[in-house]
Every structure is written in structure tokens, then in C-alpha cells.
């Protein structure tokens, strides 16, 4: 009878054990799940917050009683605080962690708002805009690779699906953001502007804080300091290894020389083309964006129409998720390169249209047009890059093609302040789509002759891998 009762009671201690490691796996999952979406509704919120403030920050600024020449001097320190820190910022994501760095850029643009909020001088703008400009050089980038690395130590989300997801959280998060940013300033200037531009930024202060504490409660670090989450660490007893004498430095020695060759790999798989293509759209694209309302006020018969621009402005996030959808949707390893090109092509073949069109009709429809092949190169693009970088040096590598996009904006405001009064809107989206179709054509035929050998051998491994009867019907 004794013996029984054992027998029984370890059987019984089996069965106990067994569900705790079952409900271990599925806390795990939870975990899992709460961090993949806790990094896109913090990088959502973010882009909420963008978008609120894009189209109305030049009216509130002005509300403040500054000339238009103080305005320009303002977003002249905007540009410059992230140009300078667009690259630092990503290479302290990879050193110190991408959390750290994303949490410390909502708090740096909390201040910025706040301050924004209450100052009426001129440098308290011009300090508040420095700060806001830090903060999204900070921002860019950390969360991304965050999310990436998670993806990739989980193994259950490919980095096309990963991309396409951070794709659509930053233009779902823009449009929701437009389209509040309008509401309240509409509701806020049935009174005031002094009160349109305190519900606008009030509102970006709130999606700021909201954005910080997701990123402070619901994320986690992953990826280039860590092999993968806790929990995938203890299952394979890396702790247990890494006790081992002289491990760690060994470890130190080999996370050192990888890094090293991560570097040369990533100048190898075409990254500074990727980068240079992003340097030629971000110059077309800032001159688009910069006078397109103009543009389109100049064809509207009447005051009566003042309400397209914003209801464009919110569909056009609406069509750039729609090509970030479909692409993420059909995009795959061997298609990235093709489908670059051939968006990029097309984008700018239809800038070239949009500079033509003399009706609102076929100047909406080019303009949506645009933003949904603006979303398919985007996504090809970010896919290419993802490829081309190592965990260790992705935040770096995104933070570098923000800088591209930066110097490609100020270099297009710079040419813009010279030409546009003798050229006109017209002749300067001209130009910005034949440097589009030139930088997107030359990226995408000097990135195919790059991946030749890649391809044949491919190309190789999959003739050798087939039967001889196979083979013979290819001859």
C-alpha cells in the first residue's frame, strides 16, 4: 500500500509539474505577444502625435505672434538638431538599447510640447523646435529595430511581414493623427486660434505620454544584447553556459569580431545604394510635400473647397497603407530588388504627371496614386535594408537612411529658397521627378548587378537539387 501511494503521489507530482511548464509557455506567449504589439502601438502613438501636428505647427507657431522669417529660422533648428543627431542617435540605440533610447525620446519631446505650449518668445520656439527635432532623431529608428529583433529571435514573423507591419502602425498612427489634428483644431477655432493651437498640442502631449508608457511597460530588449527573450534563453541554457570560466570574454572577443565583419557584410550587400536611393527621394518627396497645398489651393474654384486639402491629406496615408499592405502581402526575398524598381519608376513617372494636372479631379487622383506606390517602394526598400544589416548595427543602419532622407529634405529647401520664385511649383516637382526616376533607376540597376552572383548562385543549388528527369525536361 505504501509503495502505491508512492507511486501515486509521483505521479501526481508529473502531472503538476507538466502544467506549470505549460502555463510557463503560455505566460511566455502572452509576453510575447504583448511585446510585439506593445513596440507598434507605441510606435502608432508616435506617428499619431506626427501627424496631429503636421499640418497645423507652421499656424501655431504664427499664432505666437513670430514673422514668417523667424518661422524658417525655427524650422532651420528643427533640421539641424536632426541632422546632427540622426546617426548618433541610432549607433546609442545599438549600444545602450533601443528601449532606453525610445523612452528617453518621448520624455525629450514631452518637454519639447510643454514648452511649446507656454513659451511666447521667439527662443522659447526656437528651443522647443531643437528639442522636438532631438526627440525624432532619437525616436528614429530604436523602436524599429526593436520590433525586428523580436521578430526575428521569435522566428514565427518573417522580416517582409515585420516590415509591413511597421509600415502600417507609422501611416495608420499619421492618418488617425491628421485626422484629429484637424477635428480639434477646427472645434478649438470655432473660438480661438489661441485655443484651436492649445487643444492640438494638448493633444500631442497626451499621444506623446501615451506613447512613453507603452514603450515603458509593454516592450522589452531583444536582438543585438540578447540572444533572444529570457524565456528562450533559460529553455536553451545559455545562462548556465555562460558561467562557464572564460566564457564571457571569449563571448566579448567574438561579439566584437561579428560586429566587425557585420560592418564590411553590410557595404558588401548594397546598403550605401539603399541609402543613396533614400538621399534622392527624400529631396523629391520634400519638395512635394512642402507645395502641394499650394498647388492644390491654386486650383480649387472657391473658398467654399477649403476643406479638400484635408480630407486629401487624410486619404493619402490611407493609399500609402494600402501599397505597404499590398506589397507586404506579395513581397518576398527574391522580389525586393524588382519591385524598388519598378515603384520607384513609377513614382516618379507620376510626379511628372502631378506637375501637369490642371484639375482637382486628376490632381487627387495622381496625388493618391503617388502615396500608394510611395507605400510599395517604401516597404521594398525597408525589406532591402533589413536584409542587408546584421541585429548588431540595424538601428545604426536605419538611423543612416534617416539621414539621407534629412540631407535629401535640406538640400531640396535650400534649392527650392533659389529657384522656386523663377520656376514655379510646377518646374520644381519637374525636376524632383526626373531626380527620382534617375536615383530609383540607377540604385536598382547597380543593386541587380550586385546581387548577380547571388542569384546564379541560387540559381545552382536548386538545379542540383532536382531529380535527372527534372533536369532533362529543363534542357
Excluded at 522566428?155 to 517582409?160: A, K, L, N, S, Y
Excluded at 493609399?319 to 525586393?336: D, F, M, P
Amino acid at each position: 500500500m505504501d509503495g502505491k501511494k508512492v507511486k501515486r503521489g509521483d505521479r501526481d507530482i508529473e502531472k503538476d509539474t507538466e502544467k506549470k511548464e505549460e502555463q510557463k509557455l503560455m505566460g511566455r506567449g502572452i509576453r510575447k505577444n504583448r511585446i510585439f504589439w506593445g513596440a507598434l502601438l507605441a510606435l502608432g502613438l508616435e506617428a499619431a502625435r506626427k501627424g496631429a501636428l503636421a499640418a497645423v505647427l507652421s499656424l501655431i507657431v504664427l499664432r505666437k505672434g513670430l514673422t514668417f522669417s523667424q518661422l524658417s529660422a525655427a524650422f532651420a533648428v528643427f533640421s539641424a538638431a536632426s541632422f546632427l543627431l540622426e546617426v548618433p542617435s541610432g549607433v546609442l540605440a545599438d549600444c545602450a538599447g533601443r528601449k532606453r533610447v525610445f523612452i528617453t525620446a518621448q520624455a525629450v519631446g514631452l518637454g519639447a510640447l510643454l514648452l511649446m505650449l507656454e513659451g511666447r518668445s521667439f527662443w522659447a520656439v526656437c528651443t522647443a523646435f531643437f528639442l522636438y527635432g532631438a526627440s525624432g532623431a532619437f525616436s528614429s529608428g530604436s523602436m524599429d529595430a526593436l520590433y525586428m529583433d523580436s521578430c526575428i529571435a521569435d522566428g514565427t514573423i518573417t522580416v517582409e511581414r515585420g516590415a509591413m507591419h511597421l509600415e502600417l502602425a507609422e501611416i495608420s498612427g499619421c492618418a488617425g493623427g491628421a485626422l484629429l489634428g484637424g477635428v480639434l483644431n477646427y472645434a478649438g477655432g470655432r473660438h480661438s486660434a489661441e485655443t484651436a493651437s492649445q487643444l492640438v498640442l494638448t493633444g500631442a502631449v497626451i499621444l506623446t505620454a501615451a506613447a512613453l508608457f507603452c514603450a515603458l511597460f509593454f516592450t522589452a530588449e531583444a536582438g543585438a544584447n540578447k540572444a533572444s527573450y529570457k524565456g528562450h534563453a533559460e529553455d536553451e541554457g545559455v545562462r548556465e553556459k555562460a558561467k562557464r570560466k572564460g566564457e564571457n570574454h571569449l563571448a566579448a572577443r567574438e561579439e566584437t569580431g561579428e560586429n566587425r565583419r557585420a560592418f564590411w557584410e553590410l557595404l558588401s550587400n548594397g546598403l550605401p545604394i539603399l541609402l543613396g536611393s533614400s538621399l534622392f527621394a527624400g529631396f523629391s518627396l520634400a519638395l512635394m510635400e512642402t507645395y502641394w497645398q499650394p498647388m492644390l489651393a491654386g486650383l480649387l474654384p472657391g473658398a467654399q473647397d477649403s476643406w479638400i486639402p484635408g480630407v486629401l491629406g487624410f486619404f493619402y496615408y490611407a493609399a500609402s497603407a494600402a501599397g505597404s499592405l499590398a506589397a507586404g502581402k506579395y513581397l518576398k526575398e527574391e522580389t525586393a530588388v524588382p519591385a524598388f524598381a519598378l515603384s520607384g519608376l513609377m513614382t516618379g513617372g507620376v510626379l511628372l504627371l502631378l506637375c501637369r494636372s490642371e484639375t482637382v479631379l486628376f490632381f487627387s487622383m495622381f496625388y493618391l496614386l503617388l502615396y500608394f506606390l510611395l507605400g510599395i517602394f517604401s516597404m521594398a526598400q525597408s525589406s532591402a535594408v533589413h536584409r542587408a544589416v546584421s541585429p548588431a548595427l540595424r538601428a545604426t543602419a536605419l538611423s543612416g537612411g534617416g539621414l539621407a532622407i534629412q540631407i535629401g529634405g535640406f538640400l531640396a529647401s535650400c534649392f527650392a529658397g533659389f529657384t522656386a520664385d523663377k520656376i514655379g511649383i510646377s518646374g520644381l516637382w519637374l525636376i524632383a521627378g526626373l531626380i527620382f526616376l534617375t536615383g530609383t533607376g540607377s540604385a536598382a540597376a547597380l543593386l541587380w548587378h550586385m546581387q548577380k552572383p547571388h542569384r546564379e548562385g541560387q540559381r545552382s543549388k536548386k538545379i542540383q537539387t532536382q531529380k535527372p528527369a527534372d533536369r532533362e525536361n529543363m534542357v
